[in-house]
C-alpha cells in the first residue's frame, strides 16, 4: 500500500489530475511564496536544484513561525500561514499537485505531505503505519 503522493500540475488545456488530488500550487492558498527565479536572481543559489532547496526551507520555516503571518504569492494574492497549518488535516490521504516537475528536487507540495503524514500518524489515521515509519516522518519533516 502506498501514501499519497507529489504531482506535477500541467499547464495545458484539456490536462487532468487524478479524482482526489489537491492542487497546493501559487493559485491556491497553498502556494509558496519563495520564488526560485528571485533566489537565483539574487545570487542566494548557484543553480536551481540549489535554488528549490532554498525555497522549499523557507516555505516550511515560514509554516513554524518564522516572517510575517500573510506574504504574497502573486501581484494579487496571499497566503496565510495559519490559515494552511489549520487546514492540514484537509491534506491527509490526498495526492498534491503542484506545478513543479516531480523530478527528484525539493518541492514545497513534500513539505506539505510529510506533515500531514505526520499530522494523520498523531491523530492515529494512519493504519498498519510502524513506528519505524512514524520516526522516519518525523525526521523528514523537521528536516
Known amino acids: 500500500m502506498t501514501g499519497p503522493v507529489g504531482r506535477q500540475k500541467q499547464r495545458y488545456r484539456g490536462s487532468r489530475l487524478p479524482v482526489g488530488t489537491i492542487v497546493v500550487d501559487r493559485s491556491s492558498r497553498r502556494g509558496n511564496p519563495f520564488r526560485v527565479e528571485e533566489i537565483l536572481g539574487n545570487g542566494e543559489a548557484a543553480d536551481e536544484p540549489e535554488a528549490r532547496a532554498i525555497a522549499v526551507r523557507r516555505y516550511?520555516?515560514?509554516?513554524?513561525?518564522?516572517?510575517?503571518?500573510?506574504?504574497?504569492?502573486?501581484?494579487?494574492?496571499?497566503?496565510?500561514?495559519?490559515?494552511?497549518?489549520?487546514?492540514?488535516?484537509?491534506?491527509?490521504?490526498?495526492?498534491?499537485?503542484?506545478?513543479?516537475?516531480?523530478?527528484?528536487?525539493?518541492?514545497?507540495?513534500?513539505?506539505?505531505?510529510?506533515?500531514?503524514?505526520?499530522?494523520?500518524?498523531?491523530?492515529?489515521?494512519?493504519?498498519?503505519?510502524?513506528?519505524?515509519?512514524?520516526?522516519?516522518?518525523?525526521?523528514?519533516?523537521?528536516?
Open 60 to 143: 516550511a520555516d515560514w509554516l513554524d513561525g518564522t516572517g510575517p503571518q500573510r506574504l504574497p504569492v502573486t501581484k494579487s494574492r496571499t497566503v496565510d500561514r495559519d490559515w494552511i497549518n489549520a487546514h492540514m488535516g484537509e491534506l491527509i490521504g490526498h495526492d498534491l499537485a503542484c506545478t513543479c516537475p516531480v523530478d527528484g528536487l525539493p518541492c514545497h507540495r513534500d513539505v506539505l505531505l510529510a506533515r500531514a503524514a505526520l499530522l494523520a500518524l498523531e491523530q492515529g489515521q494512519a493504519p498498519g503505519v510502524g513506528a519505524a515509519r512514524h520516526a522516519w516522518l518525523r525526521t523528514a519533516v523537521e528536516q
